[in-house]
């Protein structure tokens, strides 16, 4: 099997990197070998700018990058971005009335860059569960003594607001409330973890639009994820491809399945059926 492809978006978190965080060498040299096919190979993530690990970010002939799950597309050389549909900051504030009713790290993003309240932030276990994602979180948030302050104080749209909450019976009990909040796409990537982009932003429509912005067709589109975010992706792009470990609503949108994301799934799809 050969499919043609000219542009390929790589979900991270439970996709790309192994649950270590880590890009293996056989993952780094079959993305090399795609960008010297002349493939368009970008992240594709719901992290910020700020968030891409830095081997992605510094490696050869990757040029985009698709951020908080679609609301921002970003040229990662300069960091100018592209593309951006952003959460206003009225509906904003309502969603961070919403997560202040519950136990919460609470997070907002503007610029690529994200903001995390700092006594929850130094109790990050009580909301993740996973090391890794923890020591991710805590080495690429700038902490603040009040996010409400600092959101107050930037009175301007927002990338992205994110919810880590301490219980899953808690994150559900909000997603029910933020029922009544006009304007928004609620998603998620974590166990218990809510976030709010504009409504309508989805990685797959970032993709799409990044796709005609270089003359790529949808049919051309490939892309690759794991988890709720990605959903839309899935059945947005021409060929959608999820991990073993992804989701079953994942795996049921997605046209093909692949390995885990601890199996060099991304890889081994690439150089077996598009190189």
Not at 82 to 99: H, I, K, Q
Not at 122 to 130: E, T, W
Not at 165 to 185: H, N, S, W
Not at 240 to 250: F, I, L, Q, T
Request: aromatic share 6%; glycine share 10%; hydrophobic share 40%.
């Amino acid at each position: 099997m050969k499919i043609k492809v000219r542009l390929i978006g790589v979900d991270l978190d439970g996709t790309l990197l192994t649950e270590q965080k880590k890009l293996t060498p056989y993952t780094r040299s079959v993305l090399r070998r795609a960008v010297e096919a002349g493939i368009i190979v970008l992240p594709a993530t719901g992290r910020p700018f700020s968030g891409l690990p830095k081997e992605l970010a510094d490696f050869p002939g990757i040029r985009y990058a698709v951020t908080a799950n679609g609301g921002r597309i970003v040229e990662v050389k300069t960091g100018r971005a592209l593309y951006e549909s952003l959460v206003p900051f009225e509906t904003a504030g309502m969603v961070l009335d919403v997560f202040e009713r519950y136990d919460t790290l609470r997070e907002i993003y503007y610029n690529g860059i994200g903001y995390a309240q700092e006594d929850e932030l130094r109790s990050v276990g009580r909301y993740i569960s996973s090391p890794q994602m923890a020591d991710y979180i805590t080495a690429t948030r700038i902490p603040v003594p009040d996010v409400r302050a600092k959101f107050e104080a930037e009175r301007r749209s927002l990338d992205k607001v994110q919810g880590l909450f301490a219980t899953v019976a808690d994150r559900d009990a909000a997603r029910e409330e933020l029922k009544a909040v006009a304007g928004i796409e609620v998603t998620g990537a974590l166990d218990k973890n809510i976030e709010v982009n504009a409504e309508g932003v989805d990685k797959g429509k970032a993709l799409i639009w990044l796709g005609k912005h270089l003359g790529i067709r949808k049919e051309e589109i490939m892309a690759f994820g794991d988890s709720s975010n990605d959903l839309k992706m899935m059945k947005g792009v021409g060929i959608g491809v999820a991990m073993a470990n992804a989701r079953e609503d994942v795996k049921e949108a997605a046209d093909y399945i692949t390995a885990s994301n601890d199996e060099d799934g991304v890889a081994h799809f690439i150089e077996e059926c598009v190189l």
